[in-house]
């Protein structure tokens, strides 16, 4: 799916996602607020206010609440249209309310910006901008014409002309800056939401692969005892049945066939996981298998894996867990799509840290976008380069979001950078994307066990 299709698809459904409650409760803060300030500047500072009109606007958001609470059930999502049409009913009723109560000398003008700001939270921005021009249009009326606001002697409390200018001022900014941060916040929450689903979907899409693998495995290990079985007696078969040509060949094609189950069923079964003496694996094995897939692609893939320590030359046993498979292999289906002939894949280890270094001879990272790599959804990223090495690939960062997300599950660091002042003090081309992985040792090395203890039943693969 191309990605403006994508985000079409999401701001529908995110204009959908607010509920009239919601509204209703805010409008209802709204109403109590009115009141009180009414009161308060009435019946304390003895201003003097046009309670008849103010009363019947705020008595219309009351009936606007009471219509919407007994119509519509509480529960109730509302489209783009019906939202849009709140927020319209919440500005102008501010508005007016501001009309009667000196306008800008009013210093609840200012809370002019909240439909606005709920606006850019929750529906398209094409509203969201008719909303704020709507809000900025009401408040400049306001500044030019409203009635007074009068003290208890009757003397209209009136701003300085310098302080009404600035104070419209900084609400037209307010209106937009508040607007804009609040959009800005918002989305960048709903991509790390959509993109963290999208992990926990390749996660579990890696462990129904590891459990599918887990029943062939045992399949092949069950069945290859009959099997053995069955290819025997037919190939005693044979000797007896000389002279009968048509017997002989049945008997043949019986063996032939329960070695052809057999080699099925363990070709299926290489990928055998819950078999409980796979669980952990040599570093270099988790390695290769997590590079297996992109092995016949094209490019020379190459492993080294050596200690840095050359005192410490036994290689780790680590947990073969699907977090990190699906995290390298995401990482190196990276490379490799991004290279031009050469993948070198680096496993190292101490005695306190595993590390694996990535590095492909492609272009490597884009500099404008190096330092946001691991954020989903980027919209930057060199997408004319991207298509001419991944035809109709519309990079949106968000495989290298999910390998980030799950290697830092299993407690690993990631650095990514580009080669291109190593390759180039070498004398080669410079380019080339790095990335490094980092673990402490003891977070992902396999616990030792006392091998003259057999490991137990394997436990059962639930569907």
């Known amino acids: 799916m191309a990605v403006t299709e994508f985000d079409t698809i ?3 459904d995110r204009s959908n996602w607010v509920r009239l409650r919601t509204l209703v409760t805010l409008r209802w803060v709204a109403i109590v607020g009115q009141i009180g300030a009414i009161v308060v500047a009435m019946f304390i500072f003895g201003m003097q206010i046009e309670l008849g009109l103010a009363a019947m606007t705020i008595g219309a958001s009351v009936l606007a609440n009471l219509f919407s609470t007994f119509l519509y059930p509480e529960s109730r999502r ?9 927020l319209v009913f919440d500005i102008l009723q501010l508005g007016l309310l501001l009309y009667l109560t000196g306008g800008l000398n009013n ?6 910006i909240a439909p606005v700001t709920i606006a850019a939270t929750v529906l398209p921005p094409r509203t969201t901008v008719t909303l704020g021009i709507l809000a900025m249009m009401l408040l400049t009326l306001i500044a030019n014409w409203h009635m007074p606001l009068r003290n208890a002697e009757g003397v209209p409390l ?4 310098l302080f ?3 104070f419209w001022i900084a609400m037209m900014i307010g209106v937009v800056f508040l607007a804009i941060y609040a959009r800005q916040v918002t989305n960048e929450m709903h991509t790390m939401s959509e993109a963290l689903i999208a992990t926990q979907m390749a996660l579990a899409r890696e462990q129904k692969l590891t459990d599918l693998g887990g029943v062939v495995a045992a399949a092949a290990h069950e069945l290859g005892t009959p099997l053995a079985t069955i290819k025997l007696v037919a190939s005693e078969m044979l000797g007896d049945l000389d002279g009968h040509p048509e017997l002989e060949a049945d008997a043949r094609l019986i063996g032939q066939q329960a070695e052809r189950c057999r080699e099925i069923l363990l070709s299926m079964g290489r990928a055998g996981k819950e078999d409980l003496h796979l669980r952990k694996a040599p570093l270099e094995a988790v390695v290769r298998e997590a590079a297996e897939p992109h092995l016949q692609r094209g490019r020379a893939v190459h492993f080294a894996i050596l200690p840095t320590d050359a005192d410490d030359s036994r290689q780790p046993v680590i947990n073969r867990s699907p977090e990190i498979i699906h995290g390298l292999r995401n990482l190196i289906q990276n490379a490799v799509d991004f290279s031009s002939t050469t993948v070198e894949i680096e496993a190292t280890w101490t005695d306190q840290y595993i590390t694996i270094r990535i590095e492909d001879d492609g272009p490597g990272f884009p500099p404008s976008v190096i330092g946001r790599i691991g954020d989903p959804f980027m919209r930057r990223r060199r997408i004319w380069e991207d298509r001419a090495h991944r035809p109709a690939y519309e990079g949106m960062g968000l495989g290298l979001f999910i390998a980030k997300t799950l290697l830092e599950r299993t407690g690993a660091h990631l650095a990514f950078a580009n080669g ?3 390759r180039a003090a070498e004398g080669a081309a410079t380019g080339g994307a790095i990335v490094v992985v980092d673990w402490q040792r003891r977070r992902i090395e396999a616990a030792e066990r006392d091998d003259r203890k057999g490991l137990g039943d394997n436990i059962p693969i639930r569907a």
Do not use: D, K, Y
């Open 10 to 12: 999401l701001e529908q």
């Open 78 to 86: 509302l489209s783009e249209r019906e939202a849009s049409m709140m």
């Open 107 to 112: 210093p609840f003008a200012v809370l002019m």
């Open 158 to 161: 009136e701003l300085p002309l």
């Open 164 to 166: 009404q200018f600035g």
């Open 420 to 422: 291109g002042a190593q």
